[in-house]
Every structure is written in C-alpha cells, then in structure tokens.
C-alpha cells in the first residue's frame, strides 16, 4: 500500500516537473512592429544667376546636379564661360550658382539677354531687355520711390510690367532705403540691378 502512495507521488511529480518545464521554456510572442514610411525630403533651392536666360530661384530634388540648374534657367547663353563650370557638381540648398561670362563678353546693358524673371501672367517678351524700355540715354537719375511707371520703364531692361511690381512693392512695403532694395522686386535680379545703378537714387 505504502509503495503504491510513493508511486503515484512519483508520477504526480514527474507531471509537475514537465509542466514547469514546459512553462519556462515557451517563447513569448513579440508585440506587432509596424513599419513607418520613409520621411519625404524637402526640396532644396538654389538661386542661379549670371550667363543663363532665365535668372532666379528653382527648386530641385536632393541629389540634383549643376546640369540641372542651367537647364532649368533655360540653357546657357552664347557668351557663358561653359569650361569654368562643372556641370557634374552636386547642388546643395541655399546656393548661388553664378555661370561666369567668357572674358569681354560680360554684358553691358540693353542686349538681347533675358534679365528678369517671368511671372505666371507675364508675356515673354515684355520681360526681356531687348523689348522693353527705352534705349535713349537718360538725362537724371530716376527717384526709384516717387517715379511713374512711365519714369521706370524708361530705365534699361525694366518693362512696364517690372515698373508696375516696383510701385506695388513700395506701396505695400514702404519707400525704398537704399537703391539696392529694388532687387527685393519680383524679377529685378543682380543682372537688372547692374545695369541700371548708375541711373537710380533714392
């Protein structure tokens, strides 16, 4: 009778042992991962200046190359420098890529070279320097914060459609402080500024 008890306190053990065993040798289940899609890059911009049609400001994607850029400001112009650029390079955000002219061949004012930049309304051809405003020469400076558009237009490579952002932008920002803030104006870049400098005063 006795060896009877001890047997079955024998077996009920062995079944306590296993089930333990059991227990501590179960691997948990891990939670669900849940995977995020990749963050989407913001576009990085550059401002192009200098022996391209179309000067200002683009946006391009993250990798994008000076080849890029040119084409986007509409090519390069017949007096571009094309052998001190390298078209190869990596654009980075916030830079000014300036296409250098061929020696002697920087230009002088009222060519055939698109100075300002196209808005979405605008005609081509009235932004371009060879179209618009008047190739006499002018007799005093133009007061760039009371002249008419009329005044304005008279001044190489401003259009009338340029004259009239002149007087909107000081009518909504106030006069003009120094002769360099006109190139705050939507579409009077470095180049336009250049040529009308000398022809301009506050």
């Known amino acids: 009778m006795r060896s009877a008890l001890y047997v079955l306190l024998g077996v009920m053990a062995g079944f306590a042992l296993a089930g333990l065993l059991l227990f501590v040798s179960r691997v948990p289940e891990g939670e669900p991962v849940l995977l995020q899609p990749a963050p989407t890059k913001a576009p990085i911009a550059v401002h192009v200046i200098g022996a391209v049609p179309r000067p200002g400001l683009y946006e391009f994607a993250e990798g994008a190359r000076v080849q890029d850029a040119i ?48 808005g979405p309304d605008d005609d081509d051809d009235e932004l371009s320097s060879g179209n618009s405003g008047s190739e006499e020469p002018i007799a005093e400076l133009v007061n760039i914060n009371t002249a008419s558009a009329a005044e304005l237009d008279s001044l190489p490579g401003i259009g009338p459609t340029l004259a009239q952002r002149i007087i909107d932008y000081r009518n909504e920002n106030g006069p003009f402080t120094d002769i360099e803030d006109i190139m705050n104006v939507s579409g009077v870049g470095p180049s336009t500024f250049e040529n009308i400098k000398d022809l301009i005063t506050v």
């Not at 094309?82 to 916030?94: C, P, T, Y």
């Not at 830079?95 to 061929?102: D, G, H």
């Open 71 to 118: 084409n986007a400001a509409g090519g390069l112009l017949t007096s571009a420098d094309i052998n001190a650029v390298n078209l190869a390079a990596l654009l980075a955000d916030g830079q000014q890529l300036n296409v250098p002219y061929k020696a002697g061949e920087e230009p002088s004012g009222g060519g055939s070279e698109t100075l300002s930049l196209p």
